[in-house]
């Protein structure tokens, strides 16, 4: 808890602190694409996406396997 908190500021631990946050957020967005289908298909039905329905669980599946 204390390495948590008191994160060390050397380049090694650092760089996994970012890394794990980041993880984190491309994670809970690649979820609220599957759980809230309007998140991934909405969004991309505006942007003029052809097959906004595949095409978003298709990038859902690509961020995850490539995280």
């Known amino acids: 808890m204390n390495w948590l908190l008191n994160p060390p500021v050397d380049n090694q631990a650092s760089i996994i602190i970012i890394r794990l946050i980041c993880g984190a957020v491309f994670l809970s967005e690649g979820i609220l694409k599957f759980v809230y289908p309007n ?29």
């Open 39 to 67: 998140q991934g298909v909405g969004r991309f039905t505006k942007l003029g996406f052809p097959v906004p329905d595949v095409t978003a669980h298709v990038i859902a599946n690509w961020k995850y396997l490539a995280g």
